[in-house]
């Protein structure tokens, strides 16, 4: 069993950066998948970036390549997902998800465990 819990959401300008944050309770984090999904409102869930268990591997939607980045810190028990050059079509609420096996999945139904979510707004 784990837990997540998403942080760093906020209202940021069109341009802006923010980084979100997703720790995890649990001794077996580091083994693994983590990733990103966002909800934009009115729509379904979508995946946004995946990292392997070791952090040497990653997987980005396509409406994020070059400006979102995710990272994992395994001591820490965390994942994070830096946002740069944010756009309007990119407010959602963003959630992180874990699931124990070994692919680098981007499908919703492959993800074990679920955080709530965090509120990202930007402005145009």
């Known amino acids: 069993q784990v837990q997540l819990v998403e942080s760093g959401g906020g209202l940021v300008q069109a341009g802006g950066s923010l980084r979100l944050s997703c720790a995890a309770s649990?001794?077996?984090?580091?083994?693994?998948?983590m990733a990103w999904f966002r909800q934009p409102p009115g729509k379904e869930r979508e995946f946004v970036a995946v990292i392997s268990w070791s952090g040497g591997g990653t997987n980005y939607a396509d409406s994020v390549k070059g400006r979102f980045t995710i990272s994992r810190d395994n001591a820490k028990n965390t994942v994070y997902l830096q946002m740069n050059s944010l756009k309007p079509e990119d407010t959602a609420v963003y959630h992180c998800a874990a699931q124990t096996g070994q692919a680098m999945a981007v499908h919703l139904s492959q993800y074990n465990y679920w955080g709530r979510g965090t509120q990202v707004t930007v402005s145009s």
């Open positions: 649990g001794r077996t984090f580091s083994s693994y998948v």
